[in-house]
T-cell receptor, first 113, second 114 residues
Framework: GDSVTQMEGPVTLSEEAFLTINCTYT??????LFWYVQYPGEGLQLLLK?????DKGSNKGFEATYRKETTSFHLEKGSVQVSDSAVYFC????????????FGTGTRLQVFP | DAMVIQNPRYQVTQFGKPVTLSCSQT?????MYWYQQKSSQAPKLLFH???????NEADTPDNFQSRRPNTSFCFLDIRSPGLGDAAMYLC?????????????FGPGTRLTVT
């Protein structure tokens, strides 16, 4: 079945460092891809999305490009802030018959001043 | 602001005592979802409604039930909570299915079973 694999955390960075969180997927159809962020004690918030190959999603300085050839959707940010500390989930949604998201296991990011 | 609201934010129940969690939305979305999220894990879909059509995940225990009396409200009933049911329960909505539209999540209800 469809699945999402994320790099394990925690990822620990100093403020203003460059961030990459790797995400790869397996899907039989043509999924939409999402990054969600979860701050401590809160629900998930959509960070960005891409619905077809070569699309780039971006929001709040974060970017991710839908790479069909490598089945990847890596999250990047050029300069992280302490306020970016959270858990990041990569997810896919099959554009076929299902309505559900399949999540990766999440990657915790810790940014220190 | 349009949003997804979950009540209560924290719920404590006793082992075996039925509990109901509620979710409401002002987004007028067709689809509503219930997820279970245990500590340091990804959310796990329990079931979802597409309008009034109920869709249960194959591995969701019978102990978990849901009701959607109207577009705006959805309830999660746990008939006999066990210690293993302690988790964060997340409600989410989306405008349509087919995977093209993002899901909007509520803040979650943290359930403790004593």
């Amino acid at each position: 079945g469809d699945s999402v694999t994320q790099m394990e955390g925690p990822v620990t960075l100093s403020e203003e460092a460059f961030l990459t969180i790797n995400c790869t997927y397996t899907a039989t159809g043509y999924p939409s891809l999402f990054w969600y962020v979860q701050y401590p004690g809160e629900g998930l918030q959509l960070l960005l999305k891409a619905t077809k190959a070569d699309d780039k999603g971006s929001n709040k300085g974060f970017e991710a490009t839908y790479r069909k050839e490598t089945t990847s959707f890596h999250l990047e940010k050029g300069s992280v802030q302490v306020s970016d500390s959270a858990v990041y989930f990569c997810a896919l949604s099959d554009s076929g018959s299902t309505d559900k998201l399949i999540f990766g296991t999440g990657t915790r990011l810790q940014v220190f001043p | 602001d349009a949003m997804v609201i979950q009540n209560p934010r924290y719920q404590v129940t006793q082992f075996g005592k039925p509990v109901t969690l509620s979710c409401s939305q002002t987004l007028n979305h067709n689809v509503m979802y219930w997820y279970q999220q245990k500590s340091s894990q990804a959310p796990k879909l329990l079931f979802h409604y597409y309008d009034k059509d109920f869709n249960n995940e194959a591995d969701t225990p019978d102990n978990f039930q849901s009701r959607r009396p109207n577009t705006s409200f959805c309830f999660l009933d746990i008939r006999s909570p066990g210690l293993g049911d302690a988790a964060m329960y997340l409600c989410a909505t989306s405008r349509e299915g087919q995977g093209l539209y993002e899901q909007y999540f509520g803040p979650g209800t943290r359930l403790t079973v004593t």
